[in-house]
């Protein structure tokens, strides 16, 4: 990835020179990864940057923060405008987004609550997550010795950075044994999620992936999915799904901010259906690239636009197709 180290980022509020955007090392969060955060993307489209779906990514990160008793002052709308707002004073035309709100520095007991909730903001450009060539070939991931955690332990709905230790120990086998990424189980054995996307299966037609309860965190691609598949006409079902079944699917895929749509082609070295993309998978791939893309209306307002004077690149359609 690497950063350009350029641009402002936004601190509690405040828009700060990238080299600047620093915190003690006493920060609470670096000691015990007491962060929530988000991932969401602006996208360049032919109509102008959009968001795609930030009002959910923001709606979770506060619930994420609530989870653990953080109380930042801003609601849903004042993080959105913060977020246009940092976009617009980057100038930045497509960008990945990074919110961040963490305990910052007081004191380094375990006990966060004496500890300020600080928040950030921070943009950078970043291309496909698992590679261009793996969203039209497919990659080849592992099932992970590592499992998602136990319900009770940490809540896998929050978007806490304490959470992506798992994910990275996931991560960090299947790239160490060849892999481009790892899907962990639940503690019960069946499918949870990759270290950073969801999981779906196609089988004889029918799109299954895992429940809220099977230690995932509850994604908005995955949701965006969820939406797309069913408008498309396909049966669609949120299941426990056994690990066998990862084998014997017709189709595997994962979903995320990072990853998008990534068809999965083989799984511990067995081969997924034809070993390619399959045709679902890439009915889906293309709906969702369509919408984020801003080539089809937006029907369900997933789309945020940030530029008011890009505003004339978002002639009525009806109006575009009477010209041409
Ligand atoms: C563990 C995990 N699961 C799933 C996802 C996908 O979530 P979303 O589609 O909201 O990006 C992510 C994304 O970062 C993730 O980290």
Redesign the pocket.
């Known amino acids: 990835m690497g950063f350009a180290g350029t641009g402002t980022i936004w601190m509690n509020g405040k828009l700060v020179p990238w080299k600047d955007a620093t915190i003690h090392v006493a920060s609470h969060v670096i000691h015990y990864g007491s962060g929530v955060f988000e ?1 969401a993307r602006c996208y360049a489209t032919p109509r102008g940057s959009a968001c795609f779906r930030l009002d959910a ?1 923001m709606q ?1 990160l506060i619930h994420s923060a609530k989870i653990y008793r953080m109380e930042y002052p801003l609601d849903l709308a004042g993080w959105q405008a913060a977020v246009l707002d940092t976009i617009r004073a980057n100038a930045m035309k497509a960008c990945y987004i990074r919110p961040l709100v963490y305990r910052g520095y007081d004191s380094l007991g375990v006990n966060p609550l004496p500890n300020p909730v600080d928040a950030a903001i921070i943009l950078w450009e970043w291309g496909a997550y698992l590679g261009k060539e793996a969203l039209e070939e497919g990659c080849d991931v592992k099932v992970a010795s590592w499992s998602r955690m136990a319900p009770n332990t940490l809540p896998a709905m929050a ?1 806490s950075s304490a ?2 230790a798992n ?1 990275a120990l996931i991560k960090m086998e299947a790239l160490t044994d060849g892999y481009s990424e790892g899907i962990a189980l639940d503690v019960s054995g069946n499918v949870s ?6 999981l779906f299966l196609v089988r004889d037609g029918v799109i299954m992936t895992p429940p809220l309860a099977s230690s ?7 949701d ?1 999915i969820l939406t797309l598949a069913a408008d498309l006409g396909f049966t669609v079902r949120e299941t426990v799904i056994p690990r066998e079944a990862l084998y014997i699917a017709d189709e595997v895929f994962v ?4 990853a998008e749509v990534t068809p999965i082609r083989s799984i511990d070295k067995i081969k997924i259906g034809s070993g390619r993309r399959g045709p679902i998978t890439e009915a889906l791939q293309r709906t969702f690239f369509d919408v984020i893309s801003g080539d089809v209306p937006d029907r369900h307002g997933w789309l945020t636009y940030v530029y008011e004077e890009e505003a004339g690149l978002r002639a009525p359609r009806a109006a575009v197709g009477a010209n041409s």
Do not use: C, D, F, P
């Open positions: 991932g990514h979770r978007k959470n992506y994910s999620e990759g270290s950073g996307q969801n995932i965190l509850g994604g908005i691609t995955r965006s979903v995320g901010t990072a």
